[in-house]
């Protein structure tokens, strides 16, 4: 089945590059492509991530490989406003990041795509910029990463419009979207405190096929996808079952959800 819409043809570097210089929109957006090794001239993977508005600046990111003690923790910050959103612990070890590749070849970009605005987590403190990099931190592979942004937004919410993450490493790519929840304040029986019943988001990963391209430019992609058959498609109820085979992870409520909300 065809997920995406993807393209066909064997690509080089320099095609994406002079695609993207003659292509100049002076615009509030990012274009990412998102090449297999099938489907490049030198047997490559490659992920492309332009921030095309013309008020933007390159920055080139260096977070050295770290061992932290237990009980270290890291502050979060929004990548628009570089307002502080909270703290969470640090791993016994953290990856050496330079740009958005890690020591291991795991590489993430990103498109914005919004989505509806009453899906908005008020209260989480993981945003899309903090997902990039905390899972570029932690992770050896894209399947990882997939993981890892998946276990954060569950634990902390998250804290961004829609978006389009191109997620790759040395053998595989992958899209992956995701979508807060909205706020749903209620009180913790324990604690006390208003908190929001709905944290979270959810998610579609799909690995783009072999041989295949595919780009996204600040537009949802993912339309259908299987529903978890313990194989090619899983939930991340049931990593357990993640093989060489699997093409499709998502978030176990994220069907639940849409129809809760008379999405779908």
């Not at 992770?139 to 419009?161: C, F, M, N, P, W």
């Not at 978006?163 to 790519?173: C, L, P, Q, R, T």
């Not at 783009?208 to 058959?229: K, M, Q, V, W």
Request: glycine share 10%; hydrophobic share 40%; proline share 3%.
């Amino acid at each position: 089945m065809n997920h995406l819409n993807l393209l066909f043809g064997k690509v080089s570097l320099l095609t994406i590059i002079t695609s993207l210089l003659f292509n100049i929109n002076l615009t509030f957006a990012c274009t990412n492509y998102l090449v297999t090794k099938g489907a490049s001239v030198d047997g490559s993977t490659m992920i492309s991530y332009a921030a095309d508005s013309h008020i933007r600046y390159g920055e080139l990111y260096w977070l050295p490989a770290g061992d932290w003690p237990e009980g270290s923790m890291v502050t979060l910050y929004d990548r628009g406003t570089a307002r502080p959103l909270g703290q969470i612990p640090q791993p016994p070890h953290t990856y050496q990041v330079i740009g958005f590749m890690n020591e291991h070849q795991v590489s993430i970009g990103e498109t914005t795509f919004d989505g509806r605005s009453e899906l908005l987590d008020t209260t989480g403190i993981v945003d899309y910029g903090s997902l990039m990099f905390l899972a570029l931190q932690r992770a050896k592979t894209a399947r990882e990463a997939i993981q890892v942004i998946g276990d954060l937004v569950d634990k902390y919410g998250y804290a961004s419009t829609g978006e389009s993450f191109s997620i790759g490493d040395k053998n595989e790519v992958w899209i992956m979207e995701i979508i807060g929840k909205g706020t749903r304040l209620v009180k913790d029986k324990k604690s006390g405190k208003m908190v929001n019943a709905d944290k979270g988001a959810v998610w579609v990963a799909i690995r783009i096929p072999e041989g295949y391209i595919s780009a996204h430019a600040n537009h949802a992609r993912i339309t259908t996808f299987p529903l978890d058959n313990g194989h090619t498609s899983i939930s991340n109820k049931n990593y357990k079952s993640l093989s060489a085979d699997t093409e499709v992870i998502y978030a176990y409520d994220v069907i639940d959800f849409a129809r809760k909300k008379g999405y779908y």
